[in-house]
């Protein structure tokens, strides 16, 4: 699978509500190893994305406070969803090692 099948997708939560369109994937793996899909970032608006939660105060808590200030109010609608939380319209193909869903 490719990250352009997922990115763009609407995501919706265990109750069905929406969550917003996500906007990228964390994956995580050992070093040397393969790597997994874990989370999905979603943002609820377009311009949730601009900030891209890399400039925000959590990762950078220094700097100018005007950016630490914008990056704060455009990312507020961002989440990151763990991925077994999360159901995306259309739904993910089912491939080989997944488990049929329903």
Do not use: C, F, K, N
């Amino acid at each position: 699978m490719r990250a352009g099948e997922l990115l763009g997708r609407t995501a919706y939560d265990e109750r069905g509500r929406r969550l917003g369109r996500v906007v990228d994937l964390v994956v995580r793996g050992r070093p040397g190893g393969p790597l997994r899909l874990t989370d999905l970032v979603v943002t609820r608006h377009w311009y949730g994305r601009l900030s891209g939660r890399l400039i925000g105060p959590e990762r950078h808590p220094s700097g100018p406070w005007a950016i630490r200030a914008v990056a704060r109010l455009l990312g507020r609608s961002t989440v990151q969803v763990p991925l077994h939380r999360v159901r995306l319209d259309p739904p993910l193909p089912e491939g080989p090692d997944q488990p049929p869903s329903g």
